[in-house]
């Protein structure tokens, strides 16, 4: 006996809704700002390490606690303002592209 398999749009129009409907609608959009989130995590915890820093050691220069760094690497509360200060704190300029679905774009 042949095991059904499913595609994720399959499930995701079974269980969420189809594309267009209001809870899909939502759903992608904040799929998106998740998927925006890891990626400007990423940006920050990819700078520290090229500018060989500890989570604490950024937090020191920052003012902030080692864990509100794991948190903002993490993607989460993460705000412009905190942005600027983290690439401020690491002497990399940083340019934001609120264009379209966002970029970070670091300048080293």
Known sequence: MAMKT?????????????????KRNKYEQEL???LQAYH???????ARLA??????????KVG????QISRLE??????ISSLMRLFSAMGIPLTL???GIGKVVLCQ
């Open 6 to 22: 499913y595609t994720l749009e399959e499930l995701e129009d079974k269980y969420i809704g189809k594309k267009g409907t209001e």
């Open 32 to 34: 998106r700002e998740e």
């Open 40 to 46: 400007i995590g990423e940006a920050i915890k990819q």
């Open 51 to 60: 500018k060989n820093l500890t989570q604490k050691q950024l937090g020191e």
């Open 64 to 67: 902030v606690q080692k864990s």
């Open 74 to 79: 993490n993607g989460k509360s993460i705000t």
């Open 97 to 99: 592209d609120m264009g």
